[in-house]
């Protein structure tokens, strides 16, 4: 099952440090995939919010002469919301904690996104 | 004059690094405060999308448990946007080129927008 591979994906990557707090695989259109998240969280809601932010970052990629967005990161003083595109068709968000090495999870989340990547 | 002391901070900021390719203050309501981009780059939409990005970021961070929003970042194929709370009232945005070093522009951004804050 393609569901069950995504979401074991996602089991790895939240494994792979203790500050990765949740992670998701998102349509582009807003739809849950796959979803490892805490019951704090919903998943319509990490879906619409993603996409939403996925739609409006590429626009001002494009805007602001970026060229084609790869990825969002949005720091909170509780944490990292970090959005990257898994091809053309979905987008991995990942929850992070305030304390998170950035340069490790960018490494870990491009993996995770290029074997999404390769599912899809 | 204060708009003359917002430029200042710019250009130094933007001279700090050859990767720093622009960079503006705006009002959270999406008005340019200063700004020092490239004839390319029309204020108008910097201004625009920055304020845009800002408040859906902000609404993301908190519909997610990250808490109140302090940076977002955009990474495209041709550079990166990284938007900076400076205060309640403004925004810095700075355009960085694909091969900037982040933590590096990530200090200086944060100490300009220290300098902004006081200044607004």
Redesign the interface.
Known sequence: MRADMLTSILKQLNGTSAEIEASGVISTDGLMMAAELPQ??DED??GA?SA??LS??S???Q???????????????????LMTQAGQDAVLTV?AKPNAKLGLIFLDVKRAAQSIQELI
């Open positions: 704090s969280l809601r990490v919010m939403a932010m409006l970052g626009r001002t990629a805007e602001l002469d970026r060229g084609h967005m790869d990825q969002v990161l949005i720091k909170g003083e509780k944490g990292y919301v929850l």
